[in-house]
């Protein structure tokens, strides 16, 4: 599923004297089974993007295409809950809205809002919680006595059971340790790579985006001023820190060996393949 937004701004609290401009003439194309990401400093809009591909708010200018979709001012969205089932969003701390007594009853309840048959609901919990790797012991389990990383997946299960063709996650990091972490990288690669998923992250964990992503936008001043695939944004690394926005641990210190050693390396995923490439350089 293409997302593609032309000329679009957005205005908090348009015609008040609380107005405010958080984005403007922003030009975005999101390419369907990619693992994009929106990067910028906190403020920058980012979470305004995501909201707009869901329809939660609507441009102030500009139009919003997704797949068949058209968003744009004053006008109405032609099935517009059809949209939101193909475009999933996780928010922030998405356990923070659980309020069922059980797994079950969280990941099964927007299906019984619009009347799903027993059966099907039934398939669709199984399907999805299968696909994060979550067995059904779970179901019958209270879901805020879980770990957080487990808590995550049920909150990513209550969307899968739609079958989105977009999932959108909203800094979905936060809170979760590092073995929660990389957990949540191999599922996000499995729904690209299994699923063909369309994948779009919020996040400002540069260290966790740069051993997931495909393609990143960076977004400062109400606009995308940089694009491109993980090496070709973040080793811009004097352009990201001069808008506030941070860099990978790894790219840091490669950029850090030229420009004190003079010593220029190319850009690694990995500690182990950079550890490598230095013992080259000095043996």
Request: glycine share 6%; no cysteine; aromatic share 8%.
């Amino acid at each position: 599923m293409e997302i593609k937004f032309e000329n679009v701004g957005y205005i908090y609290n348009e015609k008040t004297p609380l107005a405010k401009e958080v984005l403007k003439d922003l030009n975005i194309e999101i390419k369907p089974n990619q693992i994009n990401a929106i990067i910028g400093k906190s403020g920058s809009g980012k979470t305004t993007i995501i909201e707009m591909i869901n329809a939660l708010i609507i441009p102030t200018t500009g139009r919003i295409k997704v797949d068949n979709f058209l968003i744009e001012p004053e006008k109405r969205i032609v099935n517009i809950e059809l949209l939101r089932f193909q475009v999933g969003l996780i928010f922030e701390f998405p356990e923070e809205q659980f309020f069922n007594s059980t797994v079950e009853k969280e990941i099964s309840f927007g299906l019984k809002t619009f009347k799903y048959k027993t059966d099907e609901i039934n398939k669709r919990v199984k399907n999805a919680l299968q696909m994060v790797g979550l067995d059904e012991s779970y179901l019958s389990r209270n879901p805020h006595t879980l770990s957080s990383g487990e808590k995550r997946k049920v909150a990513i299960t209550s969307i899968l059971v739609f079958n989105p063709k977009v999932i959108i996650f909203d800094e979905p990091t936060v809170g979760l340790d590092s073995n929660s972490k990389n957990n949540l990288i191999r599922l996000i690669k499995m729904l690209k790579n299994k699923y063909h998923k369309t994948i779009v992250i919020v996040s400002q964990d540069v260290d966790f985006l740069h051993k997931l992503v495909d393609y990143i936008f960076v977004l400062s001043d109400k606009k995308i001023i940089l694009e491109g695939n993980k090496y070709e944004v973040f080793s811009q690394v004097e352009k990201l820190k001069e808008h506030g926005i941070g860099v990978p641990k790894i790219i840091e210190f490669t950029h850090k060996i030229l420009v004190n050693k003079g010593v220029k390396m190319g850009y690694r995923d990995e500690i182990k393949d950079l550890i490598k490439d230095i013992y080259r350089h000095v043996t």
